[in-house]
């Protein structure tokens, strides 16, 4: 992996023996520096990652040291070892294990692949023809979390990790597996309630299946006895609203990387592609549809429109259903979400019924998803319909918006 800049290492101790192993991977040069002089270090070295150990004296400087890597143009991996307490938002935890080398490389080489694809997005934003730029939003606010538990302590954890993300909860590993399979997951949380093989059999099939192998995957109830090929997996214990805490920086990473990976494609759109939500912008999808209705007008066949309408006061969820739909529609079919908080998706040469079947299976998907704190709900009112030959692009929508206060009484 290319990488413009050393790792900046931060201790006030001696430097450990596992630190020469990344010598020797040639992530390096290492530079090291005490906590007193680390946000100078910072400008003076121009790192490509900061990897710091928690042994004591980095109390005053922590918050101001993760401040100012955060507020760098570039993004720079924070790598936290050993952290007793709660960390900052961008410090992504690492506990050493016995200075375990063969954890920390991988871990820092997926952490260095987003630092290389934010300098991509960065290098070719001004030459995309229309305007586009990245989401504003912290990635953690649009990050969805699959907590899996069934112990005492999984209400509390929904709470602490629902302050900060979406979350998805799964009371078993099959209906884990399931969301796994259609939604955009931005880290899992394994929570107690399942025994040690169980544990195993799950992170095992994880790291299998090329999807989801860097994916975040926290633990909080087992002692992990082998190695698996998992870059981001971490032990994380004690109360919930530390394991929330200390999980969401590697969340937060995760959701990061998606935000970038969108942006770069609808730099690759021209623009028309919505990089906060993954489908069509509003003025892209006013275009496709109307030529779509000319189109099947001209020619015959069948086109359907579905319209999942959510609770205002509930925001997270459009966004979680528009992101469901660019995953799960077929690659003819296309969609937006609309300014009043719904989502329109247009489904190509496919009749009422069918389209129907579609979107009663896409709003199954939708319902699973509680949000925040609340665990306020995804229920969508859906409205279906087809195109008639008298219709035009704007009476089929208007059509659709009017069935709406009928689709939910």
């Known amino acids: 992996m290319s990488q413009a800049g050393p790792i900046l290492f931060v201790s006030n101790a001696e430097r450990p023996a596992f ?13 090291d520096s005490d906590w007193a002089s680390a946000a ?104 969805t979390v699959l907590l899996i538990g069934r112990g005492a302590a999984y209400p509390a954890l929904s709470v602490a990790l629902g302050e900060r993300m979406g979350v998805i ?59 698996y090929d998992l870059p981001n997996l971490e032990i994380i214990s004690g109360e919930p609203v530390r394991i929330a805490a200390n999980a969401l920086p590697l969340i937060r990473q995760h959701a990061m990387e998606a935000q970038l990976s969108r942006t770069l494609r609808s730099i690759d759109a021209g623009g028309w592609l919505d990089p906060r939500s993954g489908l069509l912008t509003v003025e892209a999808f006013a275009r496709d549809f109307s030529k779509a209705v000319e189109q099947t007008l001209a020619r015959g066949g069948g086109l359907s429109v579905a319209r999942f309408a959510f609770d205002p006061a509930n925001p997270r969820a459009q966004l979680d259903a528009a992101r469901i739909l660019s995953r799960l529609m077929r690659q003819m079919d296309f969609g937006t979400a609309q300014k009043d908080g719904s989502v329109i998706v247009v489904f190509a040469e496919t009749d ?24 306020m709900r995804s229920d969508p009112v859906v409205s279906v319909d087809s195109l008639s030959p008298l219709d035009t692009a704007r009476s089929l929508l208007a059509r659709l918006s009017a069935e709406a206060p009928r689709a939910a009484s």
């Open 19 to 31: 630190i020469a192993a990344l010598d020797e991977s040639r992530l390096f040069p290492i530079v």
């Open 169 to 227: 909860g799964a009371l078993s590993i099959e209906a884990a597996a399931k969301h796994l399979n259609t939604r955009d997951i931005d880290g899992v949380v394994l929570a107690e309630g399942f025994t040690a093989r169980v544990a195993d059999a799950f992170l095992t099939v994880l790291a299998e299946d090329t999807r989801f192998r860097n994916l975040p995957v926290v633990v909080t109830a087992h002692e992990l006895t082998q190695n």
């Open 352 to 375: 009422f019924r069918t389209a129907h079947m579609i979107a009663r299976r896409l709003s199954a998907v939708m319902r699973h998803t509680s949000n925040g704190k609340h665990e």
């Open 40 to 143: 100078r270090a910072i400008e003076q070295v121009q790192p490509a990652a900061v990897l710091a150990t928690m042994s004591g004296g980095h109390e005053p400087y922590i918050a101001p040291l993760a401040k100012k890597i955060a507020d760098q143009p570039l993004y720079i991996p924070f790598v936290a070892l050993d952290a007793p307490g709660t960390l900052p938002h961008n410090a992504l935890p690492f506990a050493t294990h016995g200075a375990d080398p063969d954890r920390l490389i991988p871990r820092l080489r997926a952490a260095l692949r987003v630092r290389t694809l934010h300098a991509t997005v960065l290098r070719r934003l001004p030459e995309a023809t229309a305007k586009v730029s990245l989401p504003e939003a912290d990635p953690a606010r649009d990050a």
